[in-house]
């Protein structure tokens, strides 16, 4: 399981803030759609900065990376937004 704190960049820059957001010396990740392609990177949301917090599943790729290789959605039986 992880954790996902997400902070959308109109706040963030109204705000005053002119750098992404850091935790624990980690600067969160910018996620905004890319028109030409069709994988939906921001999830839905508008553009926004996001830091992942890997809880209760070790990920070879450390605490705070993006994705995981250990975690599948193989037995997802919620909704139907596709990735």
Same mark, same amino acid.
């Given at each position: 399981?992880?954790v996902?704190?997400l902070?959308?960049?109109k706040a963030?820059?109204?705000a005053g803030?002119?750098a ?5 010396g980690?600067?969160?990740?910018r996620?905004q759609?890319?028109?030409?392609t069709a994988?939906?990177?921001a $999830?839905?949301?508008?553009? $926004?900065?996001?830091?992942h ?5 070790e990920n070879?790729?450390g605490?705070?990376?993006?994705f ?5 959605c193989?037995? $997802?039986?919620?909704g139907s937004?596709a990735h």
């Open positions: 399981m992880a996902e704190a902070v959308f960049i963030s820059e109204a803030n002119t992404p957001p850091t935790f624990a980690r600067t969160f990740d996620m759609d890319d028109p030409a994988l939906d990177k $999830h839905m949301f508008e553009p $926004h900065y996001d830091l917090v890997w809880l209760y599943r070879p790729r605490v705070f990376a993006q995981n290789p250990n975690a599948t193989q037995h $997802h039986q919620g937004h």
